[in-house]
């Protein structure tokens, strides 16, 4: 269920089958420019980097973003950009993609109202949810999936406990950690989530 899914870094999301997705490319090593969508989630530099978007990008490659990210966007060359804004169920490239509102609560960093998001992608026959940065809320509590990634590293996003109660709540088949390893968090809180989530969840640390 999880093979074609690769945690590159960070929050560095590579999805390959018969369509090869990225969600939010970041220290992207060398030049693949192989990829048929790229979904990104906000804006910050470690999720939204022109530079990495260059090393995967092909000249019919789809591009989405948040609305108000637009701007930002057109700055890129590619084959097409769309922007999302949360709740939204589209089929770009022939793929289904969901997007979830993806904010802090309290935190200052992911406001609601600049509507950022999560994307659940149906991939190969499996629904892949990947959350953004994001606390826990009443719209990811409600995601139905089969493979959960989720931000576990603090400071900006849930810590691993948090993250571990999401997934508790939502219940997916298998929950993959990320956003940790390098700007926040650390190996121990892979370990930290593990251990904190409910069979029969399964977890797997794909980080490399």
């Not at 508790?168 to 892979?190: L, R, W």
């Amino acid at each position: 269920m999880t093979e074609n899914i690769e945690v590159l870094t960070h929050s560095s999301v590579r999805l390959k089958g018969e369509k090869v997705l990225y969600i939010d490319p970041f220290h992207i090593e060398d030049n693949p420019a192989d990829a048929d969508i790229i979904l990104i989630t906000h804006d910050h530099f470690d999720h939204f980097s022109p530079e990495d978007i260059d090393k995967i990008k092909k000249q019919d490659t789809i591009m989405v973003v948040p609305e108000k990210m637009k701007e930002q966007a057109e700055g890129i060359s590619c084959g097409q950009c769309i922007t999302v804004l949360p709740g939204m169920r589209k089929q770009f490239g022939g793929i289904v993609v969901e997007t979830v509102a993806a904010y802090n609560n309290a935190k200052p960093f992911h406001p609601k109202e600049n509507d950022w998001v999560g994307y659940v992608v149906e991939f190969d026959g499996t629904r892949i949810y990947i959350a953004g940065d994001t606390d826990m809320t009443e719209e990811n509590r409600r995601v139905v999936c089969d493979v959960a990634m989720i931000p576990i590293g603090g400071t900006y996003t849930m810590d691993a406990k948090e993250a571990a109660e999401l997934v508790n709540a939502m219940k997916p088949k298998v929950a993959i950690p990320i956003h940790y390893g390098s700007i926040t968090g650390t190996k121990e809180d892979a370990e930290i989530f593990k251990a904190a989530v409910e069979p029969p969840v399964l977890v797997e640390i794909k980080m490399p």
